[in-house]
């Protein structure tokens, strides 16, 4: 069965660190573009940053850039999220998901319907 598993979110002071990744499972990720999403109770899911297939490009929403970073690993099928400087506002379910892609230098994190696998999801917290 294809799917993204993702690792454990947890709970974070504010100002720490924490790193999510996502691997793919019964699929490679050569041919898929990543975005992260994340939702917060009450407001609907918000895509936050996406990454190419090569890595070649990398886009960031405006609250996030500077502090997070996406990156992946083809050769293990895995994809990751590096978050600094966490904010409580950071609070949220965390989603990778991938999409189907053979341009070098494209991804996107809209339009959330378009993704083929959704990653099941982990919870962040921010908080002293």
């Known amino acids: 069965q294809a799917q993204l598993v993702q690792s454990e979110g947890g709970l974070v002071q504010p100002g720490g660190s924490l790193r999510l990744s996502c691997t793919a499972s019964?699929?490679?990720?050569?041919?898929?573009?990543i975005a992260w999403f994340r939702q917060a109770p009450g407001q609907e899911r918000e895509g936050i940053a996406c990454?190419?297939?090569?890595?070649?490009?990398?886009k960031y929403v405006d609250s996030v850039q500077g502090r997070f970073t996406v990156s992946r690993a083809n050769a293990k099928n895995m994809t990751y999220l590096q978050m600094n400087n966490l904010k409580p506002e950071d609070t949220a379910t965390y989603y990778c998901?991938?999409?189907?892609?053979?341009?070098?230098?494209?991804?996107?994190?809209?339009?959330?319907?378009?993704?083929?696998?959704w990653g099941q999801g982990a919870q962040v917290t921010v908080s002293s």
């Open positions: 998901a991938a999409r189907s892609s053979h341009i070098v230098g494209w991804c996107v994190f809209e339009n959330a319907f378009e993704f083929n696998y």
């Open positions: 019964g699929f490679t990720l050569d041919y898929y573009s």
């Open positions: 990454i190419s297939i090569r890595s070649k490009t990398k």
